[in-house]
């Protein structure tokens, strides 16, 4: 596995935690006896990414003193890896000068320059397998889909099919490049949700400068990705395990329990 760097989307302070993150940053919120966030990087590690770069940005100094007292699974020695911490406000400003999904990614054009890497979301929890997974060392950008129920919930992955010859059966390579994403659709176009896990090259830097705020008000990095789909740059590579998000109080009982269900990772 070549790709070795991480972004991790960790800035904002997530107040659908209500009272449980006035204090601290959701992605710190206890799971058992250690923070959420120890668990997502627990399984990046084990998957083989061995530098990880956190932007943060509310109470920046709890995530800097969390990644310097995080220890990682049994295995795996403090020199093995590192733990980078970005403040996102440092370098774009104020929550209300510029914010949203796009931003962590623009935080780190100078640390990544023209590696390929892993984004996600902090708040996020996925398998060891299906992180590794996105690994792949090719010219493409990647995006996890996952079959979900309620797809009109979430941003819908809508797959434009491409065949390529191989000889005289002309057969399909398999691949589904990325057509668009529908954000929440009213009506039903497909159950392949996004699920906020991405491959990016580094041409995904020189797209984040063409994208505008959404209705929202926000820097989006869907718009990021469009923009590479309209290229055809982009490939779904489908989630096989799991997506757990933590977003809300009644969370921490569900992730506290998939981990007694799945198996807990012993630290050092």
């Not at 596995?1 to 904002?12: L, R």
């Not at 510029?98 to 780190?108: H, I, M, N, S």
């Not at 982009?234 to 977003?247: A, M, P, Q, R």
């Amino acid at each position: 596995m070549a790709i070795k760097k991480v972004v991790i989307a960790a800035a904002g302070q997530g107040t659908r935690m209500l009272e449980l993150s006035k204090d601290k940053s959701k992605h710190l919120i206890q799971v058992k006896e250690r923070p959420f966030l120890a668990y997502l990087i627990d399984n990046l590690l084990l998957a083989g990414y061995r530098e990880l770069i956190l932007v943060v940005g509310f109470k920046n100094g709890l995530m800097s003193e969390f990644a310097k007292k995080y220890k990682a699974p049994n295995g795996i020695k403090k020199s093995d890896y590192q733990i980078s911490v970005v403040n996102q406000c440092d370098i774009l400003g104020p929550k209300e000068k510029e914010y949203g999904t796009a931003c962590p990614v623009k935080c780190v054009k100078d640390m990544v320059a023209e590696d390929s890497f892993i984004y996600l979301y902090g708040d996020n929890l996925f398998s060891v397998n299906d992180l590794k997974a996105m690994a792949i060392e090719d010219k493409f950008c990647y995006v996890a889909g996952l079959k979900h129920k309620n797809p009109e919930k979430y941003g819908v992955l809508m797959p434009a099919r491409h065949s390529f010859a191989t000889g005289d059966a002309g057969e399909r390579d398999g691949e589904d490049f990325l057509e668009e994403i529908i954000e929440k659709p009213q009506e039903f176009v497909g159950d392949l949700i996004n699920a906020g896990l991405y491959k990016f090259t580094s041409e995904v830097f020189d797209k984040i400068s063409q994208i505008k705020k959404s209705p929202r008000g926000e820097y989006e990095i869907t718009d990021v990705i469009s923009f590479l789909a309209k290229e055809k740059k982009v490939k779904i590579i489908e989630i096989k395990d799991y997506w757990l998000d933590f977003g809300n109080p009644e969370d921490i009982k569900k992730v506290a329990e998939f981990l007694d269900k799945n198996g807990y990772i012993k630290t050092e």
